[in-house]
């Protein structure tokens, strides 16, 4: 198995992860570093937000 694909962090670990890039990012000066912070760190908190709706609670009725 890939080592991406064995690793699985909490969705707490994502937001934690992705506060930290923002504020590291909003720090930086303005340019193309910054953007691409910026865009890190969408990316992570998007990840957080998804991990919650693949590992739902059982039970739950699915989203329309």
């Known amino acids: 198995m890939d080592k991406k694909k064995s690793e699985i ?13 923002l504020e590291q990012a909003r720090a930086m000066p303005h340019g193309r570093a910054r953007s691409e912070a910026l865009k890190r760190a969408g ?3 998007n990840a957080a937000d998804m991990q919650g709706l693949l590992f739902a609670k059982r039970g739950r009725p699915p989203k329309t």
Do not use: F, G, M, T
């Not at 962090?9 to 890039?21: G, P, V, Y």
């Open 9 to 21: 962090r909490s969705k707490q670990d994502l937001q934690i992860e992705a506060l930290a890039a």
């Open 43 to 45: 990316i992570l908190q």
